[in-house]
């Protein structure tokens, strides 16, 4: 079976707010991730409303995301509401969604065999089944690689 990932932008890409940095390794393991050519396809799935869609594809722009994943800007999706990204994960076969908020995890259809439920506010209790607590991406990288060996 493929396998897809799907990976959530604020709050796990980019901090949460207006101006937002990197989240410290984020970048750096999406790139090695897509390097090791585990997953067919790896898309970002972001709630943006339609008005601040430029600013987030400008801020990945900006941070030189394209080059230094591979990831293209064609790869990046948006959506209105956060419960519209499992519509999207099962249109676009996505096994594996990474996300900052237990509630979008809830929602992901079962197509979704593989949860991770990303950053250190959270305590990893009350998450979906197949829903792993992974409090960094130095943490999560090497998790998704040796998952793949």
């Not at 707010?17 to 790139?31: L, M, T």
């Not at 991730?33 to 987030?56: A, E, P």
């Not at 594809?57 to 509401?81: A, Y």
């Not at 237990?102 to 929602?107: G, I």
């Amino acid at each position: 079976m493929l396998e897809v990932l799907g990976i959530d932008i604020g709050g796990v890409i980019k901090d949460s707010g207006y101006i937002g940095s990197e989240v410290p390794g984020a970048i750096e393991g999406i790139a090695q991730i897509q390097m090791h050519d585990r997953f067919s396809g790896i898309y970002l799935v972001s709630q943006t409303l339609s008005g601040s869609r430029w600013y987030v594809l400008n801020w990945l722009t900006k941070r030189n995301f394209w080059s230094r994943t591979g990831i293209t800007q064609g790869d990046v999706l948006f959506c209105n509401r956060s419960k519209h990204k499992a519509i999207i994960a099962v249109r676009l076969h996505i096994t594996h969604f990474i996300d900052d908020r237990p509630r979008v995890l809830h929602c992901m259809p079962e197509s979704v065999s593989h949860r991770f439920l990303f950053g250190g506010s959270h305590s990893g209790e009350n998450l979906p089944h197949n829903t792993v607590y992974i409090p960094d991406w130095d943490t999560l990288t090497p998790f998704l690689l040796l998952k793949a060996a």
